[in-house]
């Protein structure tokens, strides 16, 4: 790149594109605006030094989320990428949720079906359970599920790696 | 000197003014709250910002700012991105199992006669419940 036609960022800037442009390689005259954006944003400066710091080889990536970045914030100035990572973590909790429920469900059919055998062996159903008081809890659970309280996750086989601690804490509503 | 400057006008060496745009959002006590935003977004581009936003909501632009920021220098390839990435990840494995455990309700509950002793070992077994599942098609 370079030569007699600069790249979009070198265009913007009213400046001559280099045979090592870094921008060059990522925005192409073609499409303006993708450094249009992550200018506005981060700024070419910025921008250059987070690419110059980067390998080669990790720096059409590290674009790539600059871009996603930029466009979230354009299109919302107050909370950006931050509105998206709200929303999709409550999308986690409810969908964690409706899974525990059904999960309850799955228990208390089977309570129902074969209660001496779950009795008997609770971390059959329990997965990781390997305790007396398994059983007991087993069977308050189920109660409990009956009474439409599905909010408990004790017999919940909901694997470590989906939950997340909130980002927020209180400062966004 | 001025003792009351807010964290930005202290790391610009600048007057810090009555209407400085940055003083309600970068108190002194947090230096590192603004050297965070300025290192990869820029002072003039968060004041624009700012500027352009009724004031009632610059706190909260300053804070997802803040938290942007603070992803992007842990994470200089994928910052927050690679957070969403993780979570629509997450979303995608939920709604999978919570498929595979409604079919296998619903077959609980369709044969209800099937239902052995060694069934209760499939809880939560995916090939049972695709199994399960595979009954429904």
Redesign the interface.
Known sequence: MGGNSPCASCKLLRRRCAKDCIFAPYFPSDDPHKFAIVH????A??VSK?LQ??PLQ?RA??V???V??ANA?IRD?????????SY??N??SQ??M??AV??A???C??MQ??PI??AA?PQ??L?QADDDDQAFLLQNQCFNFANNNASSSAYV?IHE??K?ES?FGD??S | MNPGRCAACRYLRRRCPPDCIFSPYFPPNNPQRFVSIHRIYGASNVAKLLQQLPSHLRTQAADSLYLEAQYRMEDPVYGCVGLISLLQQQIHDVERQLAMTQAEIAFRARHPQAVESNLLNNVGNPSFSNQASSWFM
């Open positions: 506005k944003v981060f700024g400066s910025n987070t710091e980067l990790q990536d590290a790539s989320s600059l996603y970045e914030r100035p107050v909370y950006g990428c931050v509105g998206a990572i999709l973590q999308q986690v969908l964690q409706q899974l059904a999960q469900e799955i228990v059919i089977q079906q074969d055998m779950v062996n059959m159903v997965g086989n790696s989906l997340r980002i400062k966004v």
